[in-house]
C-alpha cells in the first residue's frame, strides 16, 4: 500500500505558475503509474495528466496540453504538476493517485491510490 500527500497549491493570479508535488510513502513510487487528478465545485473529478512507471510516456487532458506537464523523480519518490499559464477554469482540488497497472490511464476508477487534495484558485 502507498499514502499520497499532495502540496503546493495555493491562490495565484490567472497567467501565473504553480508546481504541485505528491510525496509517497509506504512503498516504492516506481512501481506505480500515476496520474494527476481535479475536482471543481458541483463537478466530477476529472483527469488532468498521466505518467509511466519510469516517466516515458504521459497524457494530457485536452484541456491543459501545452500549458501542464507531469514528472515524477522515482529517487525521492514525488510526482510534479507543473502548471503554466493558468486560467481561472483550473481553479479546482487537485489530486495525485497511483494506478498498480503499468500503462497510464485517464480512468479514475482504474486508481487504486488517492491523496487527499490540494487547493488551486486562479483568480482572475
Known amino acids: 500500500q502507498v499514502q499520497l500527500v499532495e502540496s503546493g497549491g495555493g491562490l495565484v493570479q490567472a497567467g501565473g505558475s504553480l508546481r504541485l508535488s505528491c510525496a509517497a510513502s509506504?512503498?516504492?513510487?516506481?512501481?506505480?503509474?500515476m496520474g494527476w487528478f481535479r475536482q471543481a465545485p458541483g463537478k466530477e473529478r476529472e483527469f488532468v495528466a498521466g505518467?509511466?512507471?519510469?516517466?516515458?510516456?504521459?497524457r494530457y487532458a485536452d484541456s491543459v496540453k501545452g500549458r501542464f506537464t507531469i514528472s515524477r523523480d522515482n529517487a525521492k519518490n514525488t510526482g510534479f504538476l507543473q502548471m503554466n499559464s493558468l486560467k481561472p477554469e483550473d481553479t479546482a482540488v487537485y489530486y495525485c493517485?497511483?494506478?498498480?497497472?503499468?500503462?497510464?490511464?485517464?480512468?479514475?476508477?482504474?486508481?487504486?491510490?488517492w491523496g487527499q487534495g490540494t487547493q488551486v484558485t486562479v483568480s482572475s
Open positions: 493517485a497511483a494506478n498498480r497497472d503499468a500503462p497510464v490511464t485517464i480512468t479514475r476508477e482504474r486508481y487504486d491510490y
Open positions: 509506504g512503498r516504492t513510487l516506481s512501481m506505480y503509474s
Open positions: 505518467i509511466s512507471r519510469s516517466g516515458d510516456s504521459t
